[in-house]
T-cell receptor
Framework: DIQMTQSPSSLSASVGDRVTITCRAS??????LNWYQQKPGKAPELLIF???TLHSGVPSRFSGSGSGTDFTLTITTLQPEDFATYYC????????FGQGTKVEIK | QVQLVQSGAEVKEPGASVKVSCKTS????????IHWVRQAPGQGLEWMGW????????KAAQRFQGSVSLTWDTSISTAYVELHSLRFDDTAMYFC????????WGQGTLVSISS
């Protein structure tokens, strides 16, 4: 199975900060990489698919980049509603999620 | 609009089975895979498997092979995951999600294993 290593596992940030989360795949997954946001007690929500395509309705402060094995989710100008846990998911083979990154208020 | 509505919370004893449903609406059921994902309390997301209602194919993650059944009923646009021989560590929230992008999710079904 393809392993996804996501980092950091948590981070503290302030409203207005720029936040970067990374995922590394154990082999080349081209751009078969999605990002999700999950708030406590809720189902995850799709943010980005195909490594860099913003899902409908997702604010433009979210962006994704990368290909091959290294991927990045960036949130520019962090908003109060962005404090949540973020997961990457590879869709190249048998699906695997990253371990998650909890974005907390500093 | 696309909706995935899951069945309600369940409490089961160890060794029992449980069947969780995911009723879909707002799109053509057979045109999209349905994936199942579980989340143990305080833990991350774990992919369990998928169904392809159009071809009849299913695939379960290796660690769930033999302990889960993935089925569906096209006539009512509903997918099911059945967990067998439940253990305490099967206590988790179970989600269904649509398509290769997991672009819509059910609200989750909490399955608690307790003696």
């Amino acid at each position: 199975d393809i392993q996804m290593t996501q980092s950091p596992s948590s981070l503290s940030a302030s409203v207005g900060d720029r936040v970067t989360i990374t995922c590394r795949a154990s082999l080349n997954i081209i751009t078969y990489l999605n990002w999700y946001q999950q708030k406590p007690g809720k189902a995850p929500e799709l943010l980005i698919f195909g490594a860099s395509t913003l899902h409908s309705g997702v604010p433009s402060r979210f962006s994704g980049s990368g290909s091959g094995t290294d991927f990045t989710l960036t949130i520019t100008t962090l908003q109060p509603e962005d404090f949540a846990t973020y997961y990457c998911l590879q869709t190249y083979g048998t699906r695997t999620f990253g371990q998650g990154t909890k974005v907390e208020i500093k | 609009q696309v909706q995935l509505v899951q069945s309600g919370a369940e409490v089961k004893e160890p060794g029992a089975s449980v069947k969780v449903s995911c009723k879909t609406s707002g799109y053509t059921f057979i045109d999209y895979y349905i994936h199942w994902v579980r989340q143990a309390p305080g833990q991350g997301l774990e992919w369990m498997g998928w169904i392809n209602p159009k071809t009849g194919a299913t695939k379960a993650a290796q660690r769930f092979q033999g302990s889960v059944s993935l089925t569906w009923d096209t006539s009512i646009s509903t997918a099911y995951v059945e967990l067998h021989s439940l253990r305490f560590d099967d206590t988790a929230m179970y989600f269904c999600a649509r398509g290769s992008s997991f672009d819509s999710w059910g609200q989750g079904t909490l399955v608690s294993i307790s003696s």
